[in-house]
Each structure stands twice: as structure tokens, then as C-alpha cells.
């Protein structure tokens, strides 16, 4: 490993992914967290990367604790809202210092799949029955905790939930994601502001959907998150839809559009059940859609417009979502087999637009951007044989070797580095939770 | 590790799928290659096993040359039949020493995947330009030896092919999948009956679909086939649909029908654009269906009506096809998952019906089954903290840890036992084919 000035190694990577598309023997420096020089065609020395390296994976939805409900397939979940039920069990368990330690579990499996970054629909606020903790935001924090532990750079989205459903109470169990109104909400969140370091901690604000927040508390959310990340959940279920054109006489989506929560800050999640009208409100507002693919096939929710929003000028993401699978080659892939079973063509798109999805912006490792890296074996089973440019379709979190996050390694050989067994502590945590939600 | 008067060793299973579902600290016994003894609740004694172990995973439908094809998105196959002319390219280089090389590392990847046996519809018979090969079936030995060194057992349906589409003549590539008419075929084939042992390797056949073999040669097969495996691919892509009521006046479905093709020993693979009527046909003739969902996704062929086919009595298998994926449980998950994104419902099928589908008849270990056991570790990122029962929900195959095949092991701990690297095997197989595809 050759020092440089800032102690970063300069790594050699047998396939880099650059913005023009994978290059070979790729030579790349890194100072102050950020990549200062890319080389391709350059004389193996420095840290030795095998495989393709791309940029790190960006996780653009995730609910951490959904994680326990994986592999469970014995209940009565037969749909989206039984499935629902079962979460909610799960939820009304966790306490600051439980969540804490699912999350850094979790965390850190994203981390070993390649995810650098990830973006929090937090919404599980206060203790039971809705009582908030001694610091309101303890929740909060301890994500950060999490996010930090595992090395992973966190968006946390502080969730805005204030019903039940449209014109309805909040469940006992809701009592626990809820503030009183939406000012209650802002005056809450605002001494949080203080984690947001302009780096790995970003702090946003999220509606929880046009079910949980009422249209004339609308612009208050939208308002306190101006200028910086805003998701909501859209029209992930028909049903919701159904609720809101009976109560608003409008799609979800012209709700928001009415109350001044889209916009190029907004990030609309799933966005599977549109008009064209839908589609064209959110292209003129530079909204975003993050689609989840594993999770819409795992909570039936159905096949969204991915391609009708790409071509209405749409920017895409990704994001795990329920944590069904935490891997971002298949819900990348997810979002491309998706289409090919909707429309019966293939390569809707293209690898490199597979790639942006995937990872942010960023269509490739360039200089200047931050040094989010994760290398994947070519050489296993599943990558034997294939292009590098194929990586998204034929790799699987299993054959994510290294990962560094802003310069630092976070994932060595398959290992991370400061995680000990993530698996054994996911089985700990999930298993004691899950005891817990069977008592009387 | 207990020795039996036959040398097979006493495994107890940490969880092991019996019939009834999986059970705890399961003891197994096995003599001459069959399961002769079940006892859950056992001490932990003899040959350890941790995680779940069952069945192993029966690939219903293979084409192992394709496994070339994987990760090469970088043509412009953007139909099923651009493809198409990728995967011709590829076939058009293979001869008998450079497929059994390729096959067996492809057998190994199935292997490693949990596959115990595999089906492989074979129709790459002849020399380029349609030349026999001294041997007429060199290919097809090439095939069992493949499997043999694997150590998986096979079904080689040797395939009827004869013509380019209905009506059409046969393209240059294709002449090395064809035979003169169907009694060319049967005549070929007689000399491969010794191949069948009745165990580890079956022999039979297929019709390749109603494109390929004219109506008035399908009763040829069928008579050929007669009480041993007759597949046929069905109704993959509407154009087949379309060409075939223009040529007949009848779908596949009731062509084949007609034909005497459908019965208790066929099964028809994808089915995926079928009219009420051919459901009824298959359901009434007793004819099973293969569904290969990864393949079908990735070739943009459509969802099939799944769960239409088993409400109606169609038994359901699973096959890897393409070898886009190689892995047992992503087939599984697909078939759900599919059934989920189409109609919007979960778990249209139970766990246990899913292990139904990805391993054949049985639906657990059960005392007189052969001895192909696959087991799967439940303590990694993606596994830690399921349920035993939940495992085809979130392993990988990545997960599998161990497999045997009729009492012999195959794969220990990871390990492939009898193929040196299989993964740097398909590389060098899979480039070099490539590299001669790219020659003028």
C-alpha cells in the first residue's frame, strides 16, 4: 500500500466503472475522502483491488426495523395491510437501545452488500402508547448511533404522521409515529437539526403518505424541509388512491402537487399506481421516484411505470424499503425484469442507466466525488465469465469484496471492519424482538 | 462421523424439512443411497449439519450452453428473439469436448447452487452445417459425462427438432439442432437408450416446440416417448401464439393436444400466454408444467397464470433454463413473486408448496427418498434471524453449504468435491467461446 500526504492508499482496481463505462487496471487516488485522480491503463501497484469497482450503492428507502419481518412466511400476511399488522407488532417492541442495535445489524449487512449510504424513512418517534422519551428524538439519535457504528453515511428522513388514515385515528400502536400536528412535528425535529454535519449525517423530513398526514398540514412539512431532502410515500396501493380521490377528490399525487410538496428536493417512494397526469406532475416539478422493486414484488404491490417516468424525464432511484432482501444488484435488476415482464422487451434500460440508478448521480467513479467505492468479485460462480459491464446483472451482495465510505474501508476481504458478526448480532436482536412480540 | 455397515454416514440436521415442515435436531440415516431412517428431537451425534437442511433442488429445465450468455448485456438483444440470435452465436462454436468441459462447470454451478439433478434439453446435436459427428450423440455423452464428473444427476431429453418455424426452412445454425424428420430422430436416439442407468442418469425426450417439429410429426415423439419424460417448450412468447393459430387454427396447447403430445409424463415449459381452454387441456391430460421465472423475466417473456395452473390441478416444477440465474431459491421466490406483482395478493403459494415446486414430488425428507440433501446456513447476513421455514424466502445460493446426491457428498462446506474451481472453469470455457463468436 503506497501512503500518500493524507494517509488514503492509492488502490489499483483490475475493472474500474468510470463515466465513460468499465475501464481496466485503474489506478485511483484519494484525499480528504474524495477521489483526486482516476488512471486507467496504469501499472499495477498501491492496494490491489480484483474484480470491478463502482461507485458505492445509495440505499434511497429504507425502514431498518422491517428487517425482523424477513423470512417469516408463516403468519396470515396474505396482503399489504395484514403484512402491515405483522410490522406493527414488530414496531411496538423496539426501544432506543434495541433499535440501536438492530440497526447497526442492519446497517452493516447493507454495508456488506455494497450500500455506502442510507437514506432512513424514520417514523417510530415516541415510546409506548405515544409517550415521547425524555429526549424526543431518541429514536432519532439512535439511527445516527447506528449509521455511525456501522460506517455507513445516513439520510435521516424525521416522518411527519399525524393519522391514521385519511379522516382517521391513529391506531395504538400509530400513537407511537405520531406528534399532535404538523407544528408539533417541525418543533420537534428542529434541535435535531444539529447532527446534520453536511456529510455523513444528513437530516431531511418525510411524509409519511397522504393516509398518515392531513392535505391542510401539507405545507407546513413542505415548508420546514425546504431546501433540503423531502420523501413521501405514493400510491404504493390502489387502496390508497381509492381513499384519496373519495376524500380530496384527487390522486395523492395532486394533492402533494397542490400543497407544494413536490420539487426537485422531493423523492416520491414506489409511485406505482399513476395516471399520466401523475407522471406529468411529477416530471414538471422535478420530482424523483425511488422505486423498490424487491419490495413491491414481496408486498404485491404491482408493476409501477418505471420507463413512462424515465421518459417523461423522471430521475430514478433505489432503495430496499422493508429489507425483504438487502441488495442492490437485485433491486437493481429488479427494476429492469420488472419491465421486461410488464412490456415483454428487454433492456429498458441500459447498464449504465442501471448503474445511476443505483448509486445516485453518479454514473461512474470521477474525480472530485466522494470515494464511496465497492469492489465485486468477477471470479465467483455467479460473475465467472461475464463482461464487467454485466456486473448489475449477474452479481449478488455475496460477491461484494471491499467497500470504502469516504476514503476509509468499511468492508475488507468480505469482512467488516468494525461490526463484529452482524449476523449472529441480526439473529440476537431479531430473535429477542420477536419472542417479545409473542407474549401475552 | 458414525459409520453404517454400508459406510454412509449418520447426519443430524440442526433443522431438517420433513414432510410436516421443518423440525429440530433432525437424525438421518442412510443406506445404499436412499434415506432409511428419520428422527427429529435426536442428540447431536455423527456427521453435524447446522442450518436446514432438505431436499434437493430439482432443476426441471436447463440449457447449458446459455450459461455463456450471462452478463453480457452489451448487444442489442431487446427482444426474446435478438436474443435468440446471441445465444445461436454461441452454439455455433460448442463441440463435444468444449461442451462436456462447459457443462460440467456449469453442472458444478447448479451443483454448488443445491441442485441435485438437473434436465437438460438438449438440442445441440450434430457438427457445424448439420454434419453428424462420428458418434451422432457425441454431444449428448458429452452431456452425461458432464454431469457425471459433477456429480449431479441428469435427465437428457434429446430434442426433435426440425424446422426453423412453422412452415419455415432451418437457418444455418439451426441445422446443427436438426434432423431429418422424426423418425431420423427416434432412429438416432435408440443407441442412446443404453445411457439410462434408471438412477443417475435418465434418458428422454422432447419436442422443441410447435415451431420447431411440424403437427405431423409430433404422434412420432410422442410414440417414441412413451412412458418415460416427454417436455416440450409452450407458448413462451405470443408469436408462437400468433404463427401457430395462422398455420393450424389451434393454439400450442391444443395442437399438442391433438398431436397425443400432452399426458401424465409431459411437461410443458413456461406456458405462459394460455387461453382458458389449453389451462383445461393440461389440467385434463394430466400434463405438468415447468415454470423457469428467472428466465422468463430476464427474456421479457411475461407472467404466466401460475396460480391458475394449480387451481386447476397442474402440477408445477422449476428450472433454471437460461442460466441467467443459478439459484434454486431466487426460481422459487420468482414463481411467488411473479403470482405477487400480477395480482397484487401474497403468498399465493404456501412455503411448503414452493419446496413442492423446487424439488419435485416431495415436500420434505421422508424415509425411503434418495439421499439428495442440500443444506442451507441460517446464520448469514441474509438468513440470520429467519425462520427455518422462511428459507426459500431469503437464502441465496450463496448460502448453501453442503450437498449430497445420493448419499455421496458433492459440495462440503462450500467446496465442490470432485470439480477443481468451477468458477475459474466457466471463465476460461465462457471467454473462450466468446473470443471464437468474435472471429470473422
Known amino acids: 500500500m503506497t501512503g500518500r500526504a493524507t494517509g488514503a492508499p492509492t488502490l489499483w482496481c483490475e475493472h474500474a466503472w468510470l463515466p465513460d463505462g468499465p475501464a481496466a487496471a485503474v489506478a485511483i487516488e484519494i484525499s480528504d475522502g474524495r477521489i483526486s485522480s482516476v488512471r486507467p491503463g496504469a501499472a499495477r501497484a498501491g492496494t490491489v483491488l480484483d474484480g470491478i469497482t463502482v461507485p458505492g450503492f445509495v440505499n434511497a428507502h429504507s425502514h431498518a426495523f422491517h428487517r425482523a419481518l424477513r423470512g417469516h412466511p408463516a403468519g396470515h400476511a396474505t396482503s399489504f395491510w395484514s403484512w402491515r399488522d405483522d410490522m406493527y407488532r414488530v414496531a411496538d417492541r423496539l426501544d432506543p437501545d434495541s433499535y440501536r442495535r438492530l440497526a447497526t445489524a442492519v446497517y452493516a449487512e447493507m454495508a456488506l452488500a455494497g450500500y455506502t ?8 418517534h415516541h415510546g409506548r402508547g405515544g409517550h415521547p422519551y425524555d429526549d424526543p428524538n431518541a429514536m432519532g439519535h439512535a439511527l445516527v448511533d447506528a449509521a455511525a457504528a456501522a460506517g455507513i453515511r445516513l439520510t435521516l428522513l424525521d416522518t411527519c404522521y399525524l393519522a391514521g388514515g385519511i379522516g382517521e385515528p391513529l391506531s395504538p400502536v400509530q400513537r407511537r409515529f405520531a406528534d399532535a400536528h404538523a407544528d408539533a412535528w417541525a418543533e420537534r425535529l428542529d434541535p435535531l437539526l444539529k447532527i446534520d454535519d453536511g456529510d455523513r449525517v444528513r437530516l431531511g423530513a418525510a411524509v409519511h403518505s397522504v393516509r398518515a398526514v392531513p392535505e391542510a398540514e401539507l405545507p407546513i412539512v413542505a415548508e420546514w424541509a425546504a431546501g433540503g431532502p423531502l ?16 376524500a380530496y377528490g384527487r390522486t395523492p399525487t395532486a394533492v402533494l402537487d397542490y400543497a407544494g410538496v413536490l420539487g426537485p428536493d422531493t423523492v416520491a417512494v414506489h409511485a406505482t399506481h399513476l395516471t399520466g397526469d401523475d407522471v406529468a406532475r411529477l416530471a414538471a416539478s422535478g420530482t424523483r421516484v425511488c422505486l423498490c422493486p424487491t419490495t413491491e414484488r414481496d408486498l404485491g404491490d404491482g408493476i409501477g411505470p418505471a420507463s413512462q417516468l424515465h421518459e417523461a424525464g423522471v430521475g430514478l432511484c433505489l432503495g430496499s424499503d422493508s429489507q425483504a432482501v438487502v441488495d442492490p444488484f437485485e433491486e437493481a435488476r429488479g427494476a429492469e425484469m420488472h419491465e421486461r415482464l410488464a ?27 466522494p470515494a464511496d467505492l465497492v469492489t465485486v468479485a468477477l471470479d465467483s460462480v455467479r460473475t465467472a465469465g461475464i463482461a464487467p459491464v454485466g456486473v448489475l446483472h449477474a452479481a449478488g451482495a455475496a460477491d461484494v469484496t471491499d467497500v470504502l465510505v469516504g476514503g476509509r474501508w468499511v468492508v475488507r476481504e468480505r469482512v467488516h471492519r468494525h461490526v463484529e458478526r452482524p449476523a449472529a448480532a441480526l439473529a440476537a436482536e431479531i430473535t429477542a424482538l420477536r419472542e417479545a412480540t409473542c407474549r401475552p
Chains 1, 2 share one sequence.
Not at 449510504?117 to 417510530?124: A, G, I, K, M, N
Not at 420523501?231 to 404504493?236: A, G, I, M
Request: proline letters at 2%.
Open 231 to 246: 420523501h413521501v410515500h405514493l400510491s404504493e396501493q390502489t387502496a390508497e388512491n381509492e381513499a384519496c380521490l373519495a
Open 117 to 124: 449510504s442510507v437514506t432512513e424513512f424514520h417514523y417510530l
Open 343 to 369: 412490456h415483454r422487451v428487454r433492456q429498458r434500460f441500459s447498464p449504465a442507466q442501471l448503474l445511476s440508478m443505483a448509486t445516485g448521480s453518479t454514473a461512474g467513479l470521477a474525480v472530485g466525488a
